[in-house]
Structure formats: C-alpha cells, structure tokens
C-alpha cells in the first residue's frame, strides 16, 4: 500500500465547525463495502472524481461514497462497468436544473404545469435498462430533458419520463423515442410561436412595443402581461389537444385504408 494511503481513522475537523467527513482510501472502501484494490480500479477507471490531496495524503469525501454505493446498486441491477461509466460522465456535461425549468424570466410564470422528476443514477438505469448509453444521455441532455443537480439527475416532466418509460418497454429503442421527441419538441416550438404571435399583434402591441423602446413599464403593465398570457393558458392547450386528436383519427384511418391496400392482392 502506498505510503499516502494508510488505514486512518476520519479525519476530523476542529471543534466548533460542522463536522465534514473525510476518508484515507482505505477508510472509505471499508465504509463502501469493497476492497482498497477495487476503490483503486475505479479510480483509474474515472468512475470517481480525483481525491483532494493535502501534500502526500489523499482525501475522499462523501460524494466519492456516494458514488461508490451508487456503482455497486448499478453492478446489483446487471450493468456493466462501461455502461455505469457512461451514465456516471452525464453529471459532468449536465444542464444546469435552473436552466432546465427556465427560471431566469420572473415576469411571466410558467407556462408548464409539469412535475420535474428527481432520479439517482440506478433509478434512471432501471428505467431504461441497456438503453442507457452515453449517445442517449447526450442526447437526453441536449433536448432539455435531463439536467444534473448534485448526485442526481432531474427529468423535466413526470409525464414525459412516463410516456417515454413505457414506449422502450413496448419494445421502441430510446433513441427513436428521443429523436421523436425531438421533433415533436420542434413542432411544438411552432405552435408556440403561433399563440404568442396572436398574443403580441392583437392583445400586447402598445406595451410590448415600449418595453423594446426601453420605457418604463408600470406595475399594473407588467400583471397585465402575465394575466394575459394565463387566461389564454387553457385556449392554446384546447385547441392542440383537439387538433391532435383529430390529426390522429385522420392518419389513423389514412393507414388502415393503406394496409387494406396492399391487402387486396393476396385476397383475390
């Protein structure tokens, strides 16, 4: 063993300061239940962070024993060494959470009344199984769908986790289901445009229009904007969810009369 990694007791900090759990390598495999040879294959291995290193000695902390029972729940469950790096390296190049839920704009409330969902890495693992891989994380990432905070990753939207949930378990790879989303975020986008054009031409013209001059803007202005916007919260979300419903009915029946199509032939 080597000389900066010798069993030590925790280190402890002065009294009067909170007490901040630090371990020497063999201190911490001990508490994470494996061997100083497995901690040290998972450090070359990249799968925890560098320790903080005082002169010749190493410290590991909590996030490193977090980690390391988060890679034993995940080898528990079947995944690969390799597949755990993958999903692990997502909290490195995650979204930030605020950046997610789009908080940086207090003038309007949220238009979503979507639920974000909190995920540890063996609970997103569980819910996609084989499908997790660093293309699909990325791509997770990269749509708005996942962000990073701390030890976990949180989800945009319960329902959207669900629906997706359900899709890889009907037996659609996730990366159909993410390029889907995708564009189903795309058209999305446009039809918002749609609604907050209408919003802008016909109901906010003369207060807009001096917000972009950079007037003053009076209190009672600016809760006109956001009440505005909530009254017509239900309108835009009526008229999709029936548009849809229709568009459904008509490709549905578009591809039944297909089929029958190429059905005929063989009938005869």
Not at 103 to 114: A, D, F, R
Not at 154 to 160: D, F, G, M, P, T
Not at 223 to 252: F, N
Request: charged share 30%.
């Amino acid at each position: 063993m080597a000389a900066n990694e010798n069993p030590q007791d925790e280190r402890t900090e002065p009294a009067g300061h909170p007490a901040a759990r630090e371990f020497r390598m063999a201190d911490l495999a001990e508490e994470a239940g494996i061997t100083v040879r497995t901690l040290r294959f998972y450090r070359e291995r990249k799968l925890i962070p560098p320790p903080r290193r005082e002169g010749r000695i190493a410290w590991y902390n909590e996030h490193h024993l977090a980690r390391l029972r988060t890679i034993g729940a995940l080898l528990e469950r079947g995944h690969t060494l390799g597949g755990i790096a993958e999903l692990l390296s997502a909290f490195d190049t995650g979204r930030d959470v605020g950046e997610l839920l789009g908080l940086e704009n207090p003038l309007v409330p949220p238009w979503s009344e979507e639920t974000p969902v909190r995920l540890t890495p063996e609970e997103l693992a569980d819910h996609f199984s084989e499908d997790i891989t660093a293309e699909n994380l990325s791509t997770s990432l990269d749509i708005g769908y996942l962000a990073v905070d701390g030890d976990e990753f949180v989800h945009i939207s319960r329902r959207l986790l669900d629906a997706s949930t359900e899709l890889v378990h009907q037996g659609i790879p996730l990366a159909a289901v993410l390029e889907a989303g995708r564009q189903v975020r795309a058209h999305a986008d446009a039809l918002a445009e749609v609604f907050t054009g209408l919003i802008r031409t016909h109901l906010l013209s003369d207060v807009l229009s001096r917000i972009a001059a950079c007037e003053d803007v009076a209190p009672q202005e600016a809760d006109h904007i956001g009440a505005t916007i909530e009254k017509l919260r239900p309108l835009s979300k009526g008229v999709v969810e029936a548009e849809l419903s229709m568009a459904m009915d008509r490709r549905v029946r578009a591809e039944l009369a297909q089929w029958r199509r190429e059905e005929e032939p063989g009938e005869k």
